[in-house]
């Protein structure tokens, strides 16, 4: 309205808004509408505005009213106002806006009042609810400026709150966590339909340590275009501490690798890249604790793992160092304790192989931080983990929790040792029954025996070569059920049963009946629940060719490799395997073998695997056999045992046939 208009206020006694009208130098009030009495309650008409209004917080609308008479520009303001001047109930909220015009009175100012008091109540609901919630809320504007809503930016990182969404901003995000989040946040501003954008990043705080946040931001559409977005944000470092603490002892309670070394791997993977950017493993060559006096005591590294973007760290072999002073004490105490370092290093020596010391250096690497490695009181070794580049060294807490990690995984680096202490002794019980062939006449023979080295199992493979009185060579190979000491233990049973009884069986006896006495034997006093075998004979002919006679009981059928042609399977009606049922007739297989033939007797690992039919395998087996047959036999058994996929145990045991003259 401008100042050269003239108008008769009471035009306006209608208006829903609160209209009033002040006139002359000292802004007497000349006319007030019913709806500015409601609000305001009765005021005095001809008074100057000071005695009208005398309010205590009416000052600002005083001093608006001046900067009117002094620009002679329209002015708006916002308060606090009371509806009464003598009433202390609750404060109502206005907006008033103060237009020059003039009245028949001269100059003078139109006031219109809005009450913005459910508003302004509902915005503080709004506010209280959002900062009960969320640590800090802000709205971005299309032009990239912010406003900060509900402070908290500077208490959280020690620096004002910045104005302008950019690098500043981002400087205070984790290096990764910003390189992460920047392609999709861009994505998401650029979005024609724009979605909720949620993420959790690391700020870096005051203390220049860095705390988890979890942000929202909703964009504000009005005509399908984005107006701003609405940030909220809150500190949720302890959440995601929690949630990490219960993820990470989830996957360790998971660990379950039947290795010492296979239980440090899955390990290592637990604790990158949540704790660190490298952690490997060191195991003393000692298992006693504490170590003896003067020993000289090394450490191996047994498993590694980083994080994406990091070289690799080199081969296991060859990983050990001598035990340093540092270390021992380090060890002795009991805690970890941390070395930093600028990039590029050097590493402190005597922490860790001189290899590994280089790959670190290679790396980047700005701190390692020590952590022994204790099961049942006794330290095993330690774990090293690192951070690298740009990554910020370890809190106190993660620390810590790198502690809490390393000792709920005693027990499946305990079951690892304990199964490791088995396999062990289980290789050794089973090596001492796997004795060297004998030296025959005019034939030359082999043996190989590969445990599984897929999983920390033993199984119960074995064979068997020996003379009888009368010259007669014996060749055996069998399969005893069971991955465990007791398939081992049962498998040296078997043998040495089976060859009694071929020993005692006299000049009647043939492959078959010893194949059935040892069924009634092994039954009779529960020696093995399922087992598998070939029991054969051999006999040298004065022409040099060799008569072969052999039962099976279920076992794998044995692959004839020729001087000449394919080799093939030597097959016949199948028996059943052992303790299934005791008493059946058994059957023996007779076949001669001539001057450079091999014969070779096999476990079913060789063969069986999850991703193949058994068909097909003995199909690719008998051809592979072929393309090796005028190797030496311990070259076939190398080649052979390569045929396999190492998931199982196998026995092999070949014999080959000489080709010179018999004498």
């Not at 609160?18 to 009495?37: I, K, Q, S, T």
């Not at 620009?71 to 009433?87: E, I, V």
């Not at 070794?381 to 809190?395: E, K, L, M, R």
Request: net charge negative; hydrophobic share 40%.
């Amino acid at each position: 309205m401008s100042g050269d208009a003239e108008m008769g206020p009471e035009m306006l006694d209608g208006s829903l808004a609160a209209v009033a009208v002040l006139a002359g130098a000292d802004d007497r009030m000349v006319y007030a509408n019913p709806a500015f009495l409601r609000l305001f309650g009765a005021r005095p008409l001809g008074r100057p505005a000071r005695e009208t209004f005398p309010d205590g917080d009416a000052y600002r609308f005083l001093s608006v009213l001046e900067d009117v008479h002094a620009g002679g520009q329209a002015r708006q303001a916002t308060g606090t106002r009371r509806t009464d001047p003598g009433d202390d109930a609750q404060a109502s909220h206005f907006v008033y806006t103060c237009s020059p015009v003039t009245t028949a009175d001269g100059p003078g100012i139109l006031v219109v009042a809005m009450d913005t008091t459910t508003e302004s109540w509902t915005l503080q609901r709004y506010e209280a609810l959002v900062s009960a919630v969320s640590q800090m809320v802000w709205v971005m504007h299309p032009d990239g400026t912010m406003d900060e809503l509900v402070p908290g930016w500077e208490e959280l990182t020690g620096t004002p709150w910045y104005t302008k969404a950019g690098e500043d901003w981002y400087a205070h995000m984790h290096p990764r966590d910003r390189e992460r989040l920047r392609g999709p946040w861009r994505a998401a501003l650029s979005s024609a339909a724009p979605d909720v954008f949620e993420a959790v990043f690391r700020i870096r705080s005051a203390d220049g340590s860095y705390r988890h946040l979890s942000t929202r931001s909703v964009p504000v559409l009005r005509d399908g275009r984005v107006t701003e977005w609405v940030c909220a944000a809150a500190d949720s470092e302890d959440t995601w501490r929690t949630r990490l603490r219960e993820r990470m002892l989830a996957q360790v309670a998971a660990v379950s690798g039947t290795g010492v070394q296979g239980a440090f791997g899955e390990l290592v993977k637990v604790v990158v890249p949540e704790l660190a950017d490298v952690c490997l493993i060191l195991l003393l060559s000692h298992d006693e604790w504490p170590l003896p006096e003067n020993a000289t005591v090394t450490a191996r590294r047994v498993a590694s793992a980083t994080r994406p973007g990091l070289p690799a760290p080199p081969a296991l072999r060859g990983q050990s160092v001598l035990l340093s002073p540092t270390v021992h004490s380090i060890l002795e105490r009991g805690s970890p304790r941390m070395f930093r370092f600028p990039p590029a290093g050097p590493v402190p020596p005597g922490l860790v192989p001189a290899v590994t010391e280089r790959w670190l250096v290679a790396a980047g690497a700005t701190s390692i931080t020590l952590t022994p490695l204790v099961v049942d009181d006794t330290v095993l070794g330690y774990a090293v983990t690192g951070t690298s580049g740009d990554s910020p060294v370890p809190t106190a807490s993660e620390t810590e929790l790198l502690r809490e990690v390393l000792h709920h995984a005693q027990r499946p680096i305990r079951k690892a040792l304990d199964l490791q202490q088995a396999r062990r002794i289980a290789l050794g019980l089973q090596r001492t029954h796997l004795t060297e062939p004998p030296i025959v006449p005019r034939a030359a023979l082999a043996a190989r025996y590969r445990p599984a080295s897929s999983t920390g199992e033993i199984g119960g493979d074995w064979y068997d070569a020996f003379v009888l009185p009368g010259g007669t060579l014996v060749l055996d190979i069998g399969d005893v059920a069971g991955h465990d000491l007791t398939a081992a233990t049962a498998m040296g049973q078997m043998r040495s049963m089976l060859r009694t009884l071929a020993y005692t069986g006299g000049p009647d006896t043939t492959p078959a009946t010893v194949l059935a006495r040892l069924d009634e034997v092994t039954e009779g006093l529960n020696t093995a629940p399922l087992a598998t075998a070939i029991h054969t004979t051999l006999q040298r002919r004065s022409s040099g060719s060799w008569d072969l006679a052999w039962s099976s009981a279920g076992h794998p059928a044995p692959l004839l490799i020729p001087s000449r042609g394919h080799a093939r399977f030597l097959t016949g009606p199948p028996d059943l395997p052992l303790c299934v049922a005791p008493g059946i007739s058994r059957t023996t297989h007779t076949y001669r073998l001539e001057p450079g033939d091999t014969l070779l007797l096999y476990t079913d690992g060789l063969i069986e695997t999850p991703y193949e039919a058994l068909d097909a395998r003995m199909r690719q087996l008998a051809r592979e056999a072929t393309r090796c047959q005028h190797r030496t036999l311990p070259e076939i058994l190398h080649i052979l045992e390569d045929f396999s996929d190492h998931r199982d145990d196998i026995a092999m045991l070949a014999l080959r046939v000489d080709t010179g003259p018999s004498r």
